[in-house]
T-cell receptor
Framework: GDSVTQMEGPVTLSEEAFLTINCTYTATGYPSLFWYVQYPGEGLQLLLKATKADDKGSNKGFEATYRKETTSFHLEKGSVQVSDSAVYFCARIQGAQKLVFGQGTRLTINP | DAGVTQSPTHLIKTRGQQVTLRCSPKSGHDTVSWYQQALGQGPQFIFQYYEEEERQRGNFPDRFSGHQFPNYSSELNVNALLLGDSALYLC?????????FGSGTRLTVV
């Protein structure tokens, strides 16, 4: 069935480094795509989303562009902070009713 | 706005027991979905309720059941608990594809 694949973690970076977390999806049609973030001991928070090809979602310095030709939705940030340490999940809508998530990428930012 | 509220936050049960988890959706949201997140994994869809009926179901056994009340709140019931049911259970409410998640209930089965 349709799925979401994220780059395996964990990812460890220094503060102010550039971040990329890769995400690819398989799908029939054009699903809506999401990035969620999960801080320790908490639920999921929507970080950004894109609903059609070439859309760019952005929030808190994070960006991701919906690439139909490569079926990708990579998450990027130009300068990470210690407070960005969390687990990041890529997800897609399937059948307009349920979210399908990737396995998550744990990000640790060192000062 | 209280967002999505789940209770309890933590729970410890013994194998074979039954458990009920509760969710109050965000104000104005009429659809509730439940997800299971095992340690180190992404959330897996259990089922979704709309207008007090189960609208879609994921690949979970019949031991997992649910209910939605007229005020849109929801319960997740799990019977005959197994060790493998230990996970974070997340509730998400939605309206027109805008999903909001609660902080979850951490269930430990011993």
């Amino acid at each position: 069935g349709d799925s979401v694949t994220q780059m395996e973690g964990p990812v460890t970076l220094s503060e102010e480094a550039f971040l990329t977390i890769n995400c690819t999806y398989t799908a029939t049609g054009y699903p809506s795509l999401f990035w969620y973030v999960q801080y320790p001991g908490e639920g999921l928070q929507l970080l950004l989303k894109a609903t059609k090809a070439d859309d760019k979602g952005s929030n808190k310095g994070f960006e991701a562009t919906y690439r139909k030709e490569t079926t990708s939705f990579h998450l990027e940030k130009g300068s990470v902070q210690v407070s960005d340490s969390a687990v990041y999940f890529c997800a897609r809508i399937q059948g307009a009713q349920k979210l399908v998530f990737g396995q998550g990428t744990r990000l640790t930012i060192n000062p | 706005d209280a967002g999505v509220t789940q209770s309890p936050t933590h729970l410890i049960k013994t194998r074979g027991q039954q458990v009920t988890l509760r969710c109050s959706p965000k104000s104005g949201h009429d659809t509730v979905s439940w997800y299971q997140q095992a340690l180190g994994q992404g959330p897996q869809f259990i089922f979704q309720y709309y207008e007090e009926e189960e609208r879609q179901r994921g690949n979970f056994p019949d031991r997992f059941s649910g209910h939605q009340f007229p005020n849109y709140s929801s319960e997740l019931n799990v019977n005959a608990l197994l060790l493998g049911d230990s996970a974070l259970y997340l509730c998400a409410s939605s309206e027109d594809r805008g999903y909001t998640f609660g902080s979850g209930t951490r269930l430990t089965v011993v």
